[in-house]
């Protein structure tokens, strides 16, 4: 399975569980977990757009007043305004999705001009390498997400 199938399936459990989430559920911060619903499908969005845009010059990112909500450390608590509602998310993260799937298996292997490094943990050099961190880093958040879920019943 390539990376843009990877991604597709990944996007597709993703949205499947936020279509099981109960919207009053959406911001609700059980014990044991540092964010919400809400914060994680942003994530999830937000770091793509991120990512996606860093490895393609064509790919110009959306919604960038999303940014400081879901950004990596940032918090519902210190949220400054009013986030997205659960419906324009889902529906970003569904023309995101399409959005990926249109990269095309030949900008796969296109080499970064600048490699993305988070720290010394990683460098991605490729397209390809950028889709797979991502579509990892949302499996991450899809599972945060399911276990919210799973409490909020």
Same mark, same amino acid.
């Given at each position: 399975? !390539?990376?843009?199938?990877? $991604?597709?399936?990944? #996007?597709?459990?993703?949205?499947?569980?936020?279509?099981?989430?109960?919207? !009053?559920?959406?911001?609700?911060?059980?014990?044991? +977990?540092?964010?919400?619903?809400?914060?994680?499908?942003?994530?999830?969005?937000?770091?793509?757009?991120?990512?996606?845009?860093?490895?393609?010059?064509?790919?110009? %990112?959306?919604?960038?007043?999303? +940014? %400081?909500?879901?950004?990596?450390?940032?918090?519902?608590?210190?949220?400054?305004?009013? %986030? %997205?509602? $659960?419906?324009?998310?889902?529906? $970003?993260?569904?023309?995101? !999705?399409?959005r990926i799937s249109q990269v095309g298996e030949s900008k796969l292997g296109h080499v970064l001009e600048t490699p993305i490094s988070l720290g010394d943990l990683l460098t991605?050099?490729?397209?390809?390498?950028?889709?797979?961190?991502?579509?990892?880093?949302?499996?991450?958040? $899809?599972?945060?997400?399911?276990?919210?879920? #799973?409490?909020? #019943?």
């Amino acid at each position: 399975m !390539g990376a843009i199938q990877q $991604a597709s399936l990944a #996007r597709g459990y993703t949205l499947g569980l936020l279509k099981k989430a109960n919207e !009053g559920a959406w911001d609700t911060l059980p014990a044991g +977990f540092s964010n919400t619903i809400r914060w994680n499908a942003g994530h999830i969005y937000v770091s793509a757009e991120h990512f996606l845009s860093q490895a393609l010059n064509a790919y110009e %990112p959306s919604h960038s007043a999303w +940014f %400081p909500f879901f950004a990596t450390g940032s918090s519902p608590s210190t949220w400054q305004g009013t %986030p %997205p509602s $659960a419906d324009e998310l889902i529906t $970003a993260l569904k023309e995101q !999705g399409k959005r990926i799937s249109q990269v095309g298996e030949s900008k796969l292997g296109h080499v970064l001009e600048t490699p993305i490094s988070l720290g010394d943990l990683l460098t991605m050099k490729t397209v390809d390498d950028v889709i797979q961190f991502n579509t990892w880093h949302e499996g991450i958040h $899809a599972g945060l997400i399911d276990g919210l879920v #799973r409490a909020s #019943r």
